[in-house]
Nanobody, 126 residues
């Protein structure tokens, strides 16, 4: 089992920044990618970013590409999502997720993740 715990969400104004963290634990299940998925009120889940186990491959959704950055620190078992220039449309619950997919050349879809954290709320006001 993989255990994922998100933190760092909150309320900010338009143009502000937040850094989400996801601490992961549990090595019994093979997973090769970690990522961030968000779900806005009344909308389907949307993949935001994906990063490989070693951090060498990272993908960010086109909708946030110039503003969000995904990274990881394996010494701390933590994955980060740095979010800059936040907009009201970024308001959502952000989930950390793990995938056992062997390989990908692009951001993973929400249905391609096997394990999920509880989520952290991000609210951006205008």
């Amino acid at each position: 089992q993989v255990h994922l715990v998100e933190s760092g969400g909150g309320a900010v104004q338009t143009g502000g920044s937040l850094r989400l963290s996801c601490t992961f634990s549990g090595g019994g299940y093979p997973y090769n990618f970690l990522g961030w998925v968000r779900q806005a009120p009344g909308k389907e889940r949307e993949g935001v970013a994906t990063i490989s186990t070693n951090g060498r491959s990272a993908y960010v959704a086109d909708s946030v590409k110039d503003r969000f950055t995904v990274s990881r620190d394996n010494t701390k078992n933590t994955v980060y999502l740095q979010m800059n220039s936040l907009k009201p449309e970024d308001t959502a619950i952000y989930y950390c997720a793990a995938s056992s997919r062997a390989w990908t050349s692009s951001i993973l879809l929400p249905e391609e993740y096997n394990f999920w954290g509880q989520g952290t709320q991000v609210t951006v006001s205008s």
